[in-house]
């Protein structure tokens, strides 16, 4: 499974989840082309601290967003994206 790191991610953090088996992405991508980076990398979770995600389309193989603080300021419709994902706060 691969994880998208947008916002950043300590060296432990990474770490950790290589040792659990997942394929850490760090690549900081814009806004603008968040969409589509994450459908076409097949991305399974995102961790974010910024990133607005309330009108992005995204592919059924995101299980899994990760946000420090409200979920619901990252995804408007959290409904709709808990069909086939799962939010979680982070602290």
Known sequence: MKVLANDGISQSGVDALQKAGFEV?????????????????????????????????????????????????????VGAVEEHARLIKLV
């Open 25 to 77: 992405i760090t690549t900081k991508v814009a806004q603008e082309q968040l969409a589509n980076f994450i459908n076409e990398n097949e991305v399974s979770a995102i961790l974010v601290r910024s990133a607005k995600m309330h009108d992005m389309e995204l592919a059924s193989t995101v299980k899994a967003i990760g946000r420090a603080g409200a979920v619901d300021e990252v995804v408007h419709d």
